[in-house]
């Protein structure tokens, strides 16, 4: 490893600020993902079908909206050369996010079948005013990674750190709305969303020294934007990042990898309502077994990146222990088992969760050689586009099994059939989704460390 790759230039006081960025990020998304649909169906008893419908609805405009955002914020503006290309962007799209996730939570008091309509317009109009403010959040933030993170040591360090403290991101987003949920009390899901954009406003706070542009970055952007003023169209730029091979690659398995994700969050409140039949609370020692295994990981994984230096090789790794340590949450009924069984699958799901970002990382340097310019705004915002897809896969994923199993949300105890149902959803199809995510990175993914070192010497020799 060459000089430039082991150059470090910020300190870890910065990689942990950087990491609040990202710890809204995952808070919020358990926060939501977590409820949101298992709020509609179990407590409004919205129709499913609707509650899908509406959720794909919002996912199509979060799938437009995303890229476009990273199109239009990937380009200088007259404030860039003072406060930076990311960090305007990031606390004005941040602040009202963080507040708007109150909206998700205060639908209008209407009869869920008389006003299904009036309910299940409120579910989308407060979705999409939602997903705008956080696309211009996460846009903006992910696309700063890569800039001001250049080193293969540093993007690894900063990955690893970061998610360490987003993971407790994940902690607090499983742990505190069930100290606040009561099972049959929709009134205790508004006051949940208060503490959680209470929580939500501290952390941007504290994101804020580590999500600065770095001001050395921001002048070689601007000098190499008046080098070459013209700037193709949205659609031209996105059809040229999609013709690169690693770009499609990736996408793929990071389409899966969110699905299974989603599937699983999402599952949480189901399987512990109605299959250990506990109350909300139940969720945080699930959660914090897995969390637990993870943060355990994290220091080994990056230890065994560092040794392997491929990410290819170590993301593969990572997966196919997934794959394996799936398979058995399939099958326990047992509550506490299941918590020492999430607690073993955090382990392998730490190491996949950790080089998501560098992996992603050394496609755009591979991006930039082929196209000669930085435009990871759009990149992220794709990348945000194909993340919509999981929403979609998750929705589906209920309706047809919970209309399959006959799922019956008006009642406390549910038909073997139907528990079978919450098991597929929790476990068996997010295995599947992680299979096909780790045989993309194995069939289709070709950046090697050779090829990511070569990549580097070209992006010195370019002054990108």
Not at 272 to 290: D, K, L, Q
Request: charged share 15%; with cysteine; proline share 4%.
């Amino acid at each position: 490893m060459n000089e430039s790759e082991m150059e470090v230039k910020h300190s870890k006081l910065v990689y942990f600020s950087n990491g609040f960025g990202r710890f809204n990020d995952e808070f919020l998304t358990m926060a939501f993902g977590a409820y949101v649909f298992f709020f509609y169906e179990t407590e409004i008893k919205l129709n499913v079908w609707l509650i899908s419908l509406a959720l794909i609805i919002f996912a199509i405009y979060n799938a437009i909206n995303d890229p476009m955002i990273g199109y239009l914020t990937d380009r200088p503006f007259k404030f860039t050369k003072r406060w930076g290309r990311r960090f305007p962007w990031i606390l004005i799209g941040g602040f009202p996010w963080i507040i708007c996730y109150l909206l998700l939570f205060s639908p209008p008091t209407q009869d869920p079948v008389e006003g299904a309509i009036i309910i299940f317009l409120w579910l989308i109009i407060a979705t999409c005013i939602y997903d705008t403010f956080k696309s211009l959040y996460m846009v903006n933030f992910y696309a700063l990674f890569p800039d001001k993170f250049r080193s293969i040591k540093e993007r690894r360090t900063a990955a690893g750190l970061g998610i360490t403290v987003s993971v407790f991101g994940i902690f607090l987003g499983a742990m505190i709305p069930p100290l606040f949920i009561t099972f049959g009390d929709i009134q205790s899901y508004a006051f949940m969303a208060i503490i959680v954009v209470i929580i939500g406003i501290i952390a941007i706070l504290l994101a804020i020294p580590g999500v600065r542009d770095d001001q050395e970055n921001v002048n070689l952007y601007l000098k190499k934007v008046k080098e070459k003023p013209e700037r193709e169209s949205f659609f031209k730029t996105m059809k040229t990042q999609i013709k690169q091979k690693n770009f499609r690659a990736y996408f793929i398995a990071f389409v899966f990898y969110q699905s299974t994700t989603a599937c699983m969050i999402a599952s949480l409140p189901f399987l512990v309502r109605y299959v250990f039949r506990m109350e909300a609370e139940a969720i945080t020692p699930i959660m914090a077994g897995f969390l637990v295994g993870a943060l355990i990981s994290f220091p080994v994984w990056m230890f065994i990146g560092h040794k392997i230096d491929d990410n290819r090789k170590t993301i593969i790794l990572a997966g196919a222990l997934l794959i394996i340590l799936t398979s058995p949450l399939i099958f326990i009924r047992d509550y506490l088992l299941f918590v020492i069984a999430v607690f073993i699958w955090g382990l392998a799901f730490g190491g996949f969760w950790i080089l998501l970002d560098p992996v992603l990382a050394d496609v755009i340097d591979e991006q930039v050689i082929i196209t000669g310019k930085r435009s990871e705004g759009i990149t992220y915002g794709v990348r945000a586009f194909f993340g919509t897809f999981s929403l979609i896969i998750m929705a589906l994923s209920f309706a047809i099994v919970h209309t399959l199993t006959g799922f019956n949300e008006r009642v406390e105890i549910q038909s073997d059939l139907a528990i079978w149902g919450i098991y597929m959803h929790t476990a068996l199809i997010p295995m599947i989704f992680i299979l096909i995510s780790t045989l993309t990175f194995w069939k289709l993914y070709d950046l090697n460390a050779d090829e990511v070192k070569i990549n580097k010497e070209k992006l010195a020799e370019l002054g990108l």
